[in-house]
């Protein structure tokens, strides 16, 4: 998978899209809309990316977390900053339509929504391949950072956060999945709180944060020609499909989640 | 949960979006353009739904899973179509947003793309509550259908589908999780096909046309006023929950997938 493009290769991009906007503009200019459809002329993809600071972005998704959930609050904590920063044609997504990834995904508790949230921001302005590199070390730098992170920790008890519901230092711990029922369960383990409480509600606001200025972070690498992708799937991955393949019928396929995060009494015959 | 809406609500909502979408025409023909900017007033959110046929939606969605996956094509299968009915503000959306979700999630297993991408087509249509309702219904139904379905089945022997790569009667098989790490693994185990095959490949195709053809029929429903949900989680859910929770330590929270999907051998102390 291709995982690094040139700073080159990103503004010829950037400049292209925005030569597209213009040309969008234009087109809209001079179209007469007719039956209640307005006529915009679709804007080129992928979006153009401007550098944004991930500290504010940081506290925009905290923010927008308790307005309508993590995905909501990480996508629209990355494409509000963007609205801010270009304007068009980033306010043409309504953020809205991201509310159904909290809880992973209408409370099914699968992908985490802060990364289904960064993910579809992330796509807006990356083309497929390079999203894909970008997305999946997201998912891998997830599963293996202890969130709260400190700066959030340390934004909530100094009131730094737009939205300042606790200034308790929550308990970090990384849950080694990408899935949401596997990073509350832990969580609410290791913490003592129950997932109902406002401090579990804190946690995961201040989580999308981290997850919406992570991406950010990656997103300005990307465009200054120096994200790298480094994440390595755990070996509990090529390990059991080692032998379970089709060949033995009992196969593990689609997978870059540590095995052990679902099945960990299988590892008795293993490890 | 609201998981009922009025047509008279649905209509009331889907004619002041219209008139939204008109001002925002009007908006845009006065706007002058500058800095490489186009200036196109956001269309109201939720967008205006249009009944659409859920056979169509399953041939386009099939077709674009060859052109961008499973999360792509959903989503696409869903918008291309109101791109088609409606038009505004419908092309406003990239639809290469949702490539991301392929494989759940750049290839990581979580979230089925199917879902995903027909999940974000339902959130621009439907307001919040009533999409968490259908996405939830969604998931659950699709936990619980054999795929592919036997009228994608049929369309593949039949070359009915816009793309034809295969007229092979595919192995139907029902995961009991929305992750496609849990679908694609038994689907291979079950049908003997490699993950990297042709045939796992149109298997994930029909399956992706399936889901939005689902999609679409629920918002169909929804917007004649009689969609219910209908979904109950597994007896596992409750009966895990019962005990496990923050006063024991080990806490099952956030989800309303089968716990035996993934934790199979913990059943022995309880089953």
């Known amino acids: 998978m291709k995982s690094q493009i040139t700073r080159k290769d990103f503004l010829t991009t950037a400049v292209r ?10 087109g809209v200019s001079l179209l007469t809309p ?41 996508f629209n ?5 963007l609205v801010d920063a270009v304007g068009e044609p980033f306010n043409r997504v309504p953020p809205q339509m991201m509310y159904y990834g909290g809880g992973g995904a209408a409370g099914w508790g699968t992908l985490c929504g802060a990364v289904n949230g960064s993910a579809a921001a992330i796509s807006l302005v990356v083309d497929r391949s390079n999203a894909s ?24 008890r100094a009131h730094v956060f737009f939205v300042n519901k606790s200034d308790k230092i929550l308990k970090q711990n990384a849950s080694g999945s990408p899935l949401c029922h596997t990073s509350v369960s832990l ?53 059991c499909q080692g032998c379970h393949d089709s060949a033995i019928g009992n196969v593990v396929a689609s997978v870059k989640m540590d095995c052990q995060s679902c099945h960990q009494e299988n590892f008795q015959h293993l490890y």
């Open 17 to 26: 899209s925005a030569a597209a906007v213009s040309v969008g503009a234009v």
């Open 133 to 156: 590199a970008i997305v999946g070390e997201l998912l891998g730098w997830y599963t293996t950072t202890p969130f709260p992170s400190d700066i959030s920790n340390d934004y909530a």
């Open 34 to 74: 007719s039956g209640g459809q307005a006529a915009t002329t679709p804007a080129t993809w992928p979006w153009p990316y401007k550098r944004l600071d991930p500290e504010d972005v940081r506290k925009r998704a905290h923010k927008f977390y308790y307005e309508g959930g993590c995905a909501y609050g990480a």
């Open 187 to 239: 969580w609410c383990s290791e913490s003592g709180y129950k997932a109902s409480s406002a401090e579990r509600a804190e946690r995961c606001a201040r989580l999308t944060g981290d997850v919406a200025a992570k991406a950010v972070q990656m997103l300005n690498d990307f465009s200054t020609g120096v994200f790298k992708a480094t994440f390595v799937a755990p070996r509990s991955v090529p390990g």
């Open 77 to 81: 904590g990355v494409v509000a900053a």
